[in-house]
């Protein structure tokens, strides 16, 4: 756990990268989960693809 | 949930530097990360307590899938949200652990449930307003959503697994219930 932590540290562009995933996975689907909706920023909305 | 994603927000903002996000986009994903993580710890506790790890696998998929582009009932606080989505869980895998479902029934319950989600308007969240184009765009990938669970529903069928079709009608329906769920809940059914 503590290796993979140095790894994003020394490599921001990986937790970069994980971030935009669940921006693009989030603006392309109507509920991002099943569970609780919380209010999704408008920025959001420029990584749809529909 | 709001409260702990952000006080991870405020730590890991600054410390990792996202210039193509916002801190409020930023703070959106740790809080939906946060409450998947809640949801997928749920649901192995379902998985193993009833013992039903692979059904309970499937019903996940399905409802996830279905839920990313039908829409339904989400409640206001996280953890109601979590309660309710833990016990509709815990419900349907009970039901498909002990109620023997002739195979006919659970056909008549898929195709209700697929017929009945091609007549009804998809529900949105007042958390997540969805455009025309966007509408557009779930509703298409619904249809294509149904016709890979129709694929998976077929397979089974043809290799005798009555478990696994009566899973997934019965996931079928869950999801079209809580879609109604949601529309009572917006005022839009009374």
Not at chain 2, 25 to 43: R, W
């Amino acid at each position: 756990m503590k290796k993979l932590w140095k790894k994003i540290k020394e490599n921001p562009s990986m937790m970069n990268l994980f971030v935009m995933a669940f921006m693009v996975y989030a603006a392309n689907t109507r509920c991002a989960w099943i569970g609780h909706q919380p209010k999704m920023p408008d920025e959001i909305r420029k990584f749809k693809r529909g | 949930m709001e409260k702990m994603a952000g006080v991870l927000a405020d730590r890991f903002y600054d410390e990792y530097k996202f210039p193509a996000v916002s801190y409020d986009a930023f703070k959106y994903v740790i809080e939906f990360v946060l409450e998947m993580a809640a949801g997928i710890f749920a649901s192995a506790m379902i998985a193993v307590i009833f013992d039903m790890k692979w059904e309970t696998a499937v019903f996940l998929m399905i409802f996830w899938i279905l839920r990313s582009y039908a829409g339904g009932i989400h409640l206001d606080a996280f953890w109601q949200c979590f309660l309710f989505s833990a016990a509709v869980m815990a419900g349907t895998i009970a039901l498909v652990k002990y109620l023997e479902m002739p195979v006919w029934g659970s056909h008549m319950m898929f195709l209700g449930g697929v017929l009945a989600f091609l007549l009804t308007e998809p529900e949105n969240d007042k958390n997540r307003h969805v455009d025309q184009e966007e509408d557009a765009y779930f509703r298409k990938k619904l249809c294509e959503s149904f016709l890979g669970i129709a694929a998976v529903y077929l397979f089974c069928i043809f290799t005798n697994n009555s478990r696994y079709t009566f899973l997934i009608a019965a996931t079928v329906d869950v999801v079209y219930v809580l879609m109604i769920l949601g529309k009572i809940k917006n005022g839009k059914i009374k």
